[in-house]
């Protein structure tokens, strides 16, 4: 059983930078695609960014050019740096991970972006 945690959310001041960090356990097996999703209050999860095993990333367009998506291969960590923070991005902040098929999900961390 893959579990994923996130940690490195909190408050930070518009204009700030936070990275977040999510590692997985359970599995010795590489993980195909990761990926960083969000959710806000009375909003829908959506995606932020992701990348494949090949390393190919996407971004939502909202957060292009701010943010930036890495993973450690080896360790099988997913990171997710973001700059210039909007109170717009305030949200939990969850990361999925693929395995044969399969999608696992953290149980999130909150970041806050203070006006």
């Known amino acids: 059983q893959v579990q994923l945690v996130e940690s490195g959310g909190g408050l930070v001041q518009t204009g700030g930078s936070l990275t977040l960090s999510c590692v997985a356990s359970?599995?010795?097996?590489?993980?195909?695609?990761m990926a960083w999703y969000r959710q806000a209050p009375g909003k829908q999860r959506a995606l932020v960014a992701a990348?494949?095993?090949?390393?190919?990333?996407n971004y939502a367009d909202s957060v292009k050019g701010r943010f930036t998506i890495s993973r450690d291969y080896a360790k099988n960590l997913a990171y997710l740096q973001m700059t210039s923070l909007k109170p717009e991005d305030t949200a939990v902040y969850y990361c999925?991970?693929?395995?044969?098929?399969?999608?696992?999900w953290g149980q999130g961390t909150q970041v806050t972006v203070s006006s």
């Open positions: 999925k991970a693929d395995l044969f098929g399969l999608d696992y």
């Open positions: 359970g599995t010795t097996s590489r993980l195909n695609a």
């Open positions: 990348t494949t095993s090949d390393g190919i990333r």
